[in-house]
């Protein structure tokens, strides 16, 4: 999925130790290490020589300067929406926004740095904020928390927050919340969804300079950690922080919104933050009302029998009917992914003639077409389309079901049955798992499919065959959070602990620490080979989020980004009631 709440398999300690202790770095002279400028055209010195005041903006990225772009972000909205509401007039303040979000139950939780689900997510952004941020373009921008952050050599970053920021209590937000904040997600106890980010952050040595500034050292050289920064379960979170536990006085952000009441697998009420910083009139609604629903029927029924404002995950098939009722659909193609999960090292896709078997079984044309109707990317197994470093070279999967059955008979698999457990986490798991089990018994594969609405609890990353959902990440970025033995949500157990691919987390790290851009991207392509050859996804095509609106919500517009309705309104900031 796009981020999981799960204990993590491996400790970090030890892999912090190795790289303190082993990482190699590049410092070359007096230059300054940074990745950003492509390939090094237009340097005549070089792809990594450029002064220190110039913004370090991740791998592949691009150097800005540390100026506040304006709210929203200044890029344009990408194509492939049929449907935006735009900028249509000014700004109104009032009314409670009541938006419905697919999926959550009664583990739901309320905390600035961890979610399971789609409700989750849309909570977090009501009231925390991270220090940099992506725009709708999915391209790094500075219009943060963080007025600037600086790679000052290979294994340091300088972080400097803005003036005059305040927490929702009127706390101001300084430099010991920044340490706080990373700190806390570093803690491997803590079970955060980014605590596998931090793992070349050298944690316990985070310096405070002044009030607003924080020197963040590095245990080895990471091309991702503006990236990381920018990922919204990086929110910043004030000293002493703790989850959602009963006291709402507890949730406490830099964001638009104060949590006023909650109700785990129901319902949350989020108050305006009359102190936000940003100083433009946002954010524009009064309330916020989030309420869960497990069944698109109802949640489509509610949006237009004007029960709610919003809705996540429109049904690809009902996009037409949907706007013909006189709602509105914001289209937003992605680089998510709702992937079929085999866990390498459970049967029986531990033979990995069964794991290639099954993705030749799947018809990736007809998946788009019966699931996302259209609406959205073939796909060929592997994730992040959007990264420099996908590799679009290699030869494109389709379905060759006596190919399957062949190699299911060198497997000793024939007649095989198994289980396939999903949930309507989001839009397409269910019909997903029903469109394959279809497919698969042209091979002679017997799939019964388990509808679990308790399907992210205990079980979780423990199934052999799943459904799950990701959203738009850079390779490395999502490589942290699935596809390493220390990932949080890592549900096909790759890498293999043994034989081609077990180097796969070597390689990792041997890609953060590398600062030719070139070089870099060889190595993920090792990495992404191994994982089309005997990994375990299958990825049949990238979505487009489907998000309804009533015709009186003003301020979306398509988005490459992570979340629905384009980062749930820039954290329901950027939209209004006409």
């Known amino acids: 999925m796009n981020t999981r709440n799960a204990a993590i398999p491996r400790s970090l300690s030890a892999i912090r130790d190795r790289l303190a202790e082993g990482a190699q770095m590049t410092e070359r002279g007096d230059k ?69 979000v697919t999926g959550g139950g009664s583990k739901d939780m309320m905390d600035g740095q961890n979610i399971v689900t789609k409700p989750d997510q849309a909570r977090l952004l009501t009231a925390f904020e991270t220090l940099l941020t992506f725009d709708d373009n999915y391209q790094l921008q500075t219009d943060g928390l963080a007025e600037s952050v600086e790679a000052d050599n290979p294994k340091q970053y300088t972080i400097r927050i803005r003036d005059g920021i305040e927490f929702q209590n009127g706390k101001p937000f300084t430099a010991d919340d920044v340490i706080y904040s990373l700190q806390r997600i570093g803690t491997e106890k803590n079970g955060l969804t980014g605590f596998a980010a931090t793992a070349t952050m050298d944690i316990k040595n985070l310096k405070k300079v002044d009030d607003r500034t924080v020197r963040l050292p590095l245990l080895s050289p990471d ?232 399907y992210y609890g205990d079980s979780y990353l423990k199934l052999a065959f799943s459904v799950d959902f990701w959203g738009t990440r850079g390779y490395l970025n999502q490589v942290q959070q699935g596809s390493l033995p220390n990932s949080p949500y890592n549900e096909t157990h790759w890498p293999p602990k043994s034989g081609p691919g077990s180097n796969f987390e070597d390689l990792y790290h041997q890609a953060l620490a590398e600062t030719d851009t070139n070089k870099r991207i060889d190595i993920q392509h090792q990495m992404q080979k191994y994982e089309y050859d005997l990994g375990g996804y299958i990825i049949p095509y990238f979505n487009a989020l489907i998000d309804g609106y009533a015709s009186n919500v003003q301020g979306l517009s398509p988005s490459k980004g992570t979340l629905n309705l384009a980062g749930f309104g820039h954290g329901f900031r950027t939209i209004w009631f006409a």
């Open 32 to 100: 300054i290490w940074r990745v950003g400028e492509s390939r090094g055209e237009g340097n005549p010195d070089g792809p990594w020589s450029l002064s220190r005041r110039q913004l370090f903006m991740g791998a592949g990225g691009v150097v800005l300067a540390s100026t506040l772009a304006g709210c929203g972000g200044s890029a344009p909205a990408p194509s492939g929406g049929t449907n935006t509401t735009g900028a249509a007039g000014t700004p109104k303040r009032g009314g409670n926004f009541r938006l419905g």
């Open 223 to 454: 091309s991702t950690i503006p990236q990381t920064l920018a990922s919204y379960t990086f929110g910043m979170v004030p000293v002493g922080y703790d989850k959602f536990s009963g006291d709402v006085s507890t949730q406490i952000g830099t964001g638009c919104y104060k949590l006023k009441s909650f109700t785990p697998g129901q319902e949350s009420v989020h108050e305006r933050n009359p102190n936000y910083w940003r100083g433009d009139g946002s954010p524009w609604f009064d309330t916020v009302t989030i309420t869960d629903f497990n069944d698109s029927t109802a949640q489509l029924n509610a949006l237009k029998g004007g029960q709610i404002d919003a809705m996540t995950d429109v049904p690809a098939g009902q996009v037409d009917s949907t706007k013909a009722s006189g709602v509105g659909v914001l289209i937003s193609q992605t680089g998510g992914w709702i992937p079929l999960c085999m866990a390498i090292d459970m049967p029986p896709f531990d033979d990995p003639k069964v794991r290639q078997a099954f993705r030749l079984i799947i018809d990736r044309q007809a998946c788009l077409e019966q699931i996302g109707n259209g609406y959205g990317q073939i796909a060929n197994d592997l994730y992040a389309p959007f990264d420099e470093g996908y590799d679009k070279s290699l030869p494109q999967r389709e379905q060759d079901i006596e190919q399957a059955k062949s190699l299911l008979k060198q497997a000793g698999k024939e007649g095989l049955s198994v289980d396939l457990h999903t949930t309507n986490g989001a839009a397409g798991m269910v019909e997903l798992a029903s469109v394959f089990a279809s497919q698969a018994r042209q091979a002679g594969v017997n799939v019964t499919v388990k509808n679990d609405p308790n």
